[in-house]
């Protein structure tokens, strides 16, 4: 059978790998969720993988099957492409995360969706295909084992297109329970693990140091993370993934973590507001912990990486401000900045729905405001963003913040991880032209905390740089930068 599986892009990240001033290819470094379908199809299939952010699609291809992966922001693209197979009778099966969390939606454009996991299903939608009745929704019955998973055929992508093509997946889901997230939505509220033995196989065939754990929460079960991580050790390679900052209640778990080879991790604070993140059900952080939580994994030389939001309930036009200087302060070496999306399937989406004045999906692209923030207008809030991206990484900062890394013990391990991000970032703000201004512009705010009472996070006094004064734009924009695949709702659960 020959199957043409395809990841969407839209908008300025439609074939940004054609670049050469950005490519993109620092955010680029997993395809695992469509490796993972070409691993469960039989050996003797004839399988393409196209990315669009690199190739064109081939429109005219003679296959049997295709299947498109899709988050919410790309779903519109998905559906698009759908449409121009099944005129020419084509079956079209779509999977990921939009489809299992809006299968009626998604349904009307494909013959047959996977909702959920494809391993256990996606043979079964071949069978049909092959016979010619694939029949709707196909999902697992019970989350599938992990053990024993194929190997992804990673010689389907260009190696050289891609940050690493070494994506590897240890566990699948989060415990968590967010509400505005919808990794827990999609696992709801459970992790699973794979044998330690078989991860370890797995890293020990990868070339080269440097490799991903892609997984949404790679510490929650303590036990296994030690045991994972104790037999990474004499393997000497080098590491990032995905975490929280409650590993540091452990020290001896982050002195075996940078033992093991990490040299960076994603956390998504969110916010600086522990009201804030009270308010969306997120109970593994604790604001007054950042501080001597960072310190930690900075003296053993790993990077931290925080995911930072805005638009919660409690924030003002004050926030952009403040948590810069935070940021600052804290020494964070790398942020991703969101707007708070409520996405479609997770809780938080039904909470705000009567404040959702954009319903176009190409917009939940975490860069855009689509529901009426309860503090600021929306206008303020995509200003306040854009504003932030820009001032954290203007080169004068990156370079200060690669100077103060080479103090910490391990400097040189991480060093080119850390460089790569950040000038990754700067490449973005250049070429996409990011600038937004400063909402507070003008307005007294060092007396104004991030909660009702001031929080054990404080801020040195820092000159902050001046903006333009905040555009009032309209309600209805214009797409603005589409965020990189490495979002925490990542492709990181392997999905059709």
Known sequence: MKILLIAPASGKWRHVGRSRLFSGRTF???MLSLLSVAAESPEDSIIQIVDEQIEDIPWDADVDLVGITCMTALAPRAYEIAQHFRQRNIPVVLGGMHPTLCPDEAIRHADAIVAGEAEGVWQKVLADVSRGCLRGIYRNERPPSLAGLKEP?????ENDKYGTINAVQATRGCPHGCDFCAVAAFSQRTQRQRPVEEVIAEVKQLPGRMFIFVDDNLTADREYAKRLFSALVPLRKRWVTQSTLAIAD????VRLMADAGCIGIFVGLETFSENNLESVNKTCHRVEQYREAIRLLHRHGIGVQAGIVFGFDGDDPTVFRRTLEVLDDLAI??????IFTPLPGTPRAKLLAERVFDRDWANYDFHHAVFEPAKMRASELEAGHDWVTRQFYRPWRIVRRLIRHLGRPRALAALPYL????????GRVVRWGIRGSDPARGRPYRDRPLDPAPTPVSVRPRNTPRAPATSR????????WPRPPIAKNSESTASG
């Open 250 to 253: 452990d020290p001896a778990m």
């Open 333 to 338: 070496d790398m942020i991703q900045v969101s």
């Open 473 to 480: 734009g309209r309600r209805t924009r214009p797409p603005k």
């Open 153 to 157: 055929p990673r010689h389907l992508l």
């Open 419 to 426: 460089a790569a991000v950040n000038s990754g970032y700067y």
């Open 28 to 30: 680029r470094f997993s």
